[in-house]
């Protein structure tokens, strides 16, 4: 079956500008996770959902990032009055589950460079 | 002091040879994952484990929960082992699963 499909796969904008970035996890996976990743290093926590709503936010960096998951499937990162900063990869991942134990499956990124 | 540390950073290698990466992790966990990232970041999961030792292929991981430590080995190392392996933990304070990451380790297996 398909696996986690995210994007765009790259998207460059301008300093200030406003972006979305869409995970659309394995069917029928109920955990959702958003992950940064800077260049050099491993990823970092961001936010994750469990069903509609999110169950830990607390590694959003501040109150430009949101994200979204109404229907309990797609995911939307959204970045408000981007900055420099924010350049990286953002990683998105699903499992079937919540919970220690449950396999990680991640998509393939969207490579986000911030002018 | 990262919760998370791998040795090493880089690490180059001969086809065939035997590879040991290292995972060190400050905090209590209830699973260590080995994950796998190539060229373009695409991560796929390669281990996780709570205990013991497991076994895929030319893969083995292992952990030590006493001594907080875990390591990857590669048997007869081939070019298309070249990657990032990433080790990342779901630590018991953490809500869910989410994880947090090594830095990472890169290897080259030269032909």
């Known amino acids: 079956g398909a696996g986690v499909s995210q994007t765009p796969s790259n998207k460059v904008t301008e300093k200030g500008k406003y972006v979305e970035l869409r995970c659309d996890p394995i069917?029928?996976?109920?955990?959702l996770y958003w992950y940064r990743q800077s260049l050099g290093q491993g990823p970092e926590f961001l936010i994750y959902f469990q069903g509609t709503g999110a169950a830990d936010d607390s590694g959003l960096p501040n109150d430009r990032f949101f994200a979204v998951r109404p229907e309990g499937s797609v995911s939307t990162l959204k970045i408000q009055r981007t900055e420099r900063g924010d350049s990286a990869v953002y990683l998105c991942?699903?499992?079937?589950?919540?919970?220690?134990?449950?396999?990680?499956?991640f998509g393939p990124g969207t490579r986000l460079l911030v002018l | 002091k990262n919760e998370v540390e791998q040795s090493p950073q880089n690490l180059t290698a001969q086809e065939g040879e035997f590879i040991t990466i290292n995972c060190s992790y400050s905090v209590g966990i209830s699973a260590l994952h080995w994950l796998q990232q190539h060229p373009g970041g695409g991560i796929v999961s390669l281990f996780m484990l709570s205990s013991g030792k497991k076994k895929h292929g030319r893969l083995i991981a292992t952990i030590n929960i006493q001594e907080k430590h875990s390591s990857l080995h590669i048997t007869a190392s081939h070019p298309r082992d070249s990657a990032v392996y990433i080790c990342a933990v779901s630590t018991l304070k953490s809500s869910g699963d989410k994880l947090t990451f090594g830095t990472g380790t890169r290897l080259a297996v030269r032909p």
């Open positions: 069917s029928g996976h109920t955990a």
């Open positions: 991942a699903s499992s079937p589950k919540a919970g220690a134990g449950e396999t990680q499956y």
